[in-house]
């Protein structure tokens, strides 16, 4: 199978965070495909990441390899008649400029993206950065790096994307550096002259009860609380979602809202949660739940400052699919939607939805490879109630692919849209 395996770029770093940065090949034993500069994918390949839109429908997202140099991409699909036309709008350097985007991007409403790299940097732990793109009148794109990690106190190695709060400042999650070297939650403050200032604010291996290794994107309330989870906990394997609050004096607290692990419960939330407007919280586990070790779907309920968790679907590892890594998301109807990385023919798309108080899940699609393998982040919603998201493997080149999901009268039809 032609497949880039993306944590070849991570030979430098230490053997416990390859461990965290994907899963594992669904070919194990199979060596990777040694690619040749002349013919590096040129939009990129193997993208782990969910995609954005815009307001015009446009989509955006990374690829952790290939380009002009072999070390990952930013890309766009632009809707053009019955096709899609794709841009590389970037094509990272590696070194000080970073390589390996391994966790999306996001826009603001200028119309900038924002992002990471897991890797590269800033010599010699080339533990990452955080990026801008900012586009111009002449559709050309430029990069300007806002923070280089050096794996120290100010973290490392971020692999989620970045949420904005209503006052434009970034909030991101590094699974490494900060003071227990067990991975940070962070703040990103721009200045007038254009300048960002990191602030940690939340050094993870605080406390026997606290997380390790935050590997999901972080969730922002109207108040500006942030929520998010960790693969592993000092001493809870099965991870822990967490609440972050901030105080009046500039200070922030974490809240432990729910461990993960015990019988029956899933292990290994992955991918990073999201709110309803009641302010109830929605994620994923990689393994774990009542019936096969296969992951869980699972809903945590705020009453009187005490969480509840309830798991809405346990995997199987059979049709309905196996090990959910990214986020799910919500339509109108309170539906939930996610991809799983196994289970099926090569990887699904399931929705979750309740029915007379009981939550059902049905697969939308079976993956397998000219339609894509291994699909290991969350999907995104455009006006009409499509769906849009990425496998890492498969697809005509084996690189991966961009899929789109059409919806009509209930029946789902899936739609290549890039081959990498």
Known sequence: MKRVFALLVLVGFLSLTVSFLAPPSASAGTAPTIISPATYPPFGANPYSPLVIDSAGNLYGTATTGG???FGTVFRLTPA????????LYSF?????????????????????????????????????????????????TKTVLHRFSGGGDGGTPAAALVFDSEGNLYGTTLNGGAFNEGTVLKLTPSSTGKWTEKILHNFGSGVNDGVNPQGSLAIDSSGNL???????????????????????????ETILHPFGASGDGKGPYGGLILDSAGNLYGTTISGGKKENAGTVFELTP???????TVLHSFTAGTDGKSPYGNVVLDSAGSLYGTTAYGG??????KVAQSSGIWREAVIVNFGNQ??????????FDTAGNLYGT?????????GTVFELTVSRGRWTQKTILNF
């Open 68 to 70: 002009r140099h072999n």
């Open 81 to 88: 008649a019955d096709k899609w036309v794709a841009t590389v």
């Open 93 to 141: 350097k590696g070194g000080e400029d970073g390589d390996l985007p391994y966790g999306g991007v996001i826009l603001d409403g200028a119309g900038n993206l924002y992002g990471t790299t897991t890797s590269g940097g800033k010599p010699p732990c080339s533990c990452g950065t955080v990026f801008e793109l900012t586009p111009s009148t002449t559709g050309a794109w």
């Open 227 to 253: 929520y998010g989870t960790t693969t592993t906990g000092v001493y809870n394997a099965g991870g822990v979602a967490f609440k972050l609050s901030p105080d009046s004096i500039g200070g922030w607290k």
């Open 303 to 309: 009453s009187s400052g005490v969480w509840t968790e």
């Open 345 to 350: 023919s090569a990887g699904t798309v399931f």
């Open 371 to 380: 339609t894509g393998d291994n699909p290991n982040a969350g999907l995104v």
């Open 391 to 399: 496998t890492v493997d498969g697809g005509t080149n084996g690189f």
